[in-house]
């Protein structure tokens, strides 16, 4: 069975940081293109950053690029998502997502995880 736990999420204020880490079990991870959605209250999930199998590639959203940093340990089976700089507009639930496409603009998503919440004060 794939799991994919996510964990890091919490309450932040405007200008701090947070590390998410998506933990995954039950796949051949290093065959997995690996990426980071997230959905705000009333919002349609959106794409925020993917890592190719390798980790060689990322692709980061215009919303996200240069405050949000993807990462991976394949070793460890871990997809990391560094975030820094937020702001109230990053408030939203994260959910870590693997797909079986080689693009690290993740367009199909194989399994996901459960999700964990960001919460950004002003």
């Known amino acids: 069975q794939v799991q994919l736990t996510e964990s890091g999420g919490g309450l932040v204020q405007t200008g701090g940081s947070l590390k998410l880490s998506c933990a995954a079990s039950g796949l051949n991870f290093s065959y997995y293109t690996m990426g980071w959605f997230r959905q705000a209250p009333g919002k349609e999930r959106e794409f925020v950053a993917g890592i190719s199998r390798s980790g060689s590639n990322t692709f980061h959203a215009d919303s996200v690029k240069g405050r949000f940093t993807i990462s991976r340990d394949n070793a460890k089976r871990t997809v990391y998502l560094q975030m820094n700089s937020l702001v109230p507009e990053d408030t939203a639930v994260y959910y870590c997502?693997?797909?079986?496409?080689?693009?690290?603009?993740?367009?199909?998503?194989?399994?996901w995880g459960k999700g964990t919440l960001v919460t950004v004060s002003s």
């Open positions: 997502a693997a797909s079986s496409s080689s693009a690290a603009r993740i367009n199909g998503v194989s399994y």
